[in-house]
């Protein structure tokens, strides 16, 4: 049984790779949330991050970015983009969430705060996260009844798809695709290529 799903996940990625392969960087356009980014514009590389909050494999992958980010600081920036999976009906308030901490230039701490707590995404949860981080009560939950990113978060999710990209964590690190909670090592190696590349 569980050697079938490892089978079932490889076959899965490697899918993955043919499509995002298949399809021209020039096609689809990746946006750029200032407040989503770590790591200066001007950076050798970009690496860009498909997630979903309630993914257990993104919260595994994050000690591994943090390491990276350390490691290539002023080489390498971090853009994160919201996918959350039609599996995991807690990750989109989630995300929806992050988006209205990102309004007060708290995104990063709720990012982490939500991979700490996984997956504890009830409301009153989410609200509890945003107040834990002096972000306004009042102006936090206003913004989440409104759902004032539900368009920008659906807007993630198009570009994804767009891309051929259907699971998560998925990174496209200066064009190529890296799918998975790979080892550090895996990540150092395109990085390193894509250094030497410019």
């Known amino acids: 049984m569980r050697y ?18 298949s399809v021209s960087a020039a096609q689809t356009e990746v946006t ?5 980014t770590r790591g200066v514009a001007t950076a050798t590389v970009t690496i860009v991050e498909f997630s979903d909050f309630q993914c257990p494999f993104c919260k595994r992958v ?13 080489r390498v920036r971090l853009v994160f983009k919201d996918l959350p999976l039609p599996s995991h009906e807690m990750a989109r308030p989630a995300h929806e969430a992050a988006r209205c ?18 997956p504890a995404f009830e409301r009153r949860d989410l609200i509890r996260y945003a107040v834990d981080l002096d972000i306004d009560r009042a102006s936090f ?5 409104d759902r004032r990113y539900a368009a920008v978060v659906e807007g993630d999710v198009s570009q994804a798809r767009s891309l051929g990209i259907n699971g998560t964590p998925s990174f496209l690190i200066n064009g190529r695709p ?8 895996t990540f150092r190696s395109v990085i390193d290529d894509a250094l030497k590349a410019r």
Not at 141 to 145: A, D, I, P, R, T
Not at 178 to 185: K, N, S, W, Y
């Open 141 to 145: 939950v206003k913004c989440l009844e």
């Open 101 to 118: 901490a990102a309004e007060t230039g708290k995104f990063w701490a709720y990012h982490d705060r939500l991979f700490q707590e996984q």
């Open 62 to 74: 994050v000690p591994t970015i943090d390491q990276l980010m350390k490691e290539y600081d002023g």
């Open 32 to 36: 750029v949330e200032p407040s989503m």
């Open 178 to 185: 890296l799918v998975g909670a790979q080892p550090i090592d």
């Open 4 to 21: 079938s799903r490892i089978v079932k996940r490889l076959v899965h990625a490697a899918t993955l790779l043919l499509l995002i392969a």
